[in-house]
């Protein structure tokens, strides 16, 4: 069974930090690509960072070297740690799971791909 539920959103000043937390189930968590995506209202989804099984990580120039992606196996959680907030990062945040990736997209065959129902992040300047 899929699962994948996140937690860890909430509201934020500028400048500050968050850390998303999504924990999957154990199937999914093998999949060979976990990441983060997000979707601000009216605008398309953004792929902002992935962790694939070989380890390669890859984020979006939006939010590199200010997110960190990490897991823990022991434990079958994905998280994203989120530092420098900005308010144009405001968005649904979701994490993501599929057996290929493409750029910072997580991506399977036949473009499958399997995510949670999101954590919203506000971050106000």
């Known amino acids: 069974q899929v699962r994948l539920v996140e937690s860890g959103g909430g509201s934020v000043q500028a400048g500050g930090s968050l850390r998303l937390s999504c924990v999957a189930s154990?199937?999914?968590?093998?999949?060979?690509?976990l990441g983060w995506f997000r979707q601000a209202e009216g605008d398309d989804p953004e792929g902002i960072a992935v962790?694939?099984?070989?380890?390669?990580?890859r984020y979006a120039p939006t939010v590199e070297g200010r997110f960190t992606i990490s897991k823990d196996n022991a434990k079958n959680t994905l998280y994203l740690q989120m530092d420098s907030l900005k308010p144009e990062d405001t968005a649904m945040y979701y994490c993501?799971?599929?057996?290929g990736r493409r750029g910072t997209v997580c991506v399977g065959p036949n473009s499958r791909t399997y995510a949670g129902r999101g954590t919203q992040v506000i971050v106000s300047s």
């Open positions: 962790i694939v099984s070989d380890g390669t990580i």
């Open positions: 993501s799971a599929a057996d």
């Open positions: 154990p199937d999914t968590y093998k999949s060979a690509c």
